[in-house]
């Protein structure tokens, strides 16, 4: 069992930057694909970013990608979302995601594949 709390969030200018943590719970982080997504009102829950086991794989959703870095802390059982640029856009509540994964360089960017999900943190993006 993990558990998933994310802090960071808040209200910023476009324009601005907010870093996102996600503290996980559990001896076996560092065995654990992680990933980010986020809900907007009225919208589905859409992937944003995911890191592999030692943060050698990323992937991003094209409306981040050059502007979110998404890393990870083992040691602090940590995973990280630095956002850049931010626009009005990206406004949503931000969730961190968790699997147990077999192979170091597994990359997950469907929701479906997450057991675990954190309750999400709110970031909103003035314009």
């Known amino acids: 069992q993990v558990q998933l709390v994310e802090s960071g969030g808040g209200l910023v200018q476009a324009g601005g930057s907010l870093r996102l943590s996600c503290a996980a719970s559990g001896r076996t982080f560092s065995t654990y694909a992680m990933g980010w997504f986020r809900q907007a009102p009225g919208k589905e829950r859409e992937f944003v970013a995911a890191?592999?086991?030692?943060?050698?794989?990323?992937a991003y959703a094209d409306s981040v990608k050059g502007r979110f870095t998404c890393s990870r802390d083992n040691a602090k059982n940590t995973v990280y979302l630095q956002m850049n640029s931010l626009k009005p856009e990206d406004t949503a509540v931000y969730y961190c995601?968790?699997?147990?994964?077999?192979?170091?360089?597994?990359?997950?960017?469907?929701?479906?594949?997450?057991?675990?999900w954190g309750q999400g943190t709110q970031a909103t993006v003035s314009s």
């Open positions: 890191i592999s086991w030692r943060g050698l794989n990323t």
């Open positions: 995601a968790a699997d147990a994964s077999s192979q170091p360089y597994h990359i997950l960017t469907d929701a479906s594949q997450y057991a675990y």
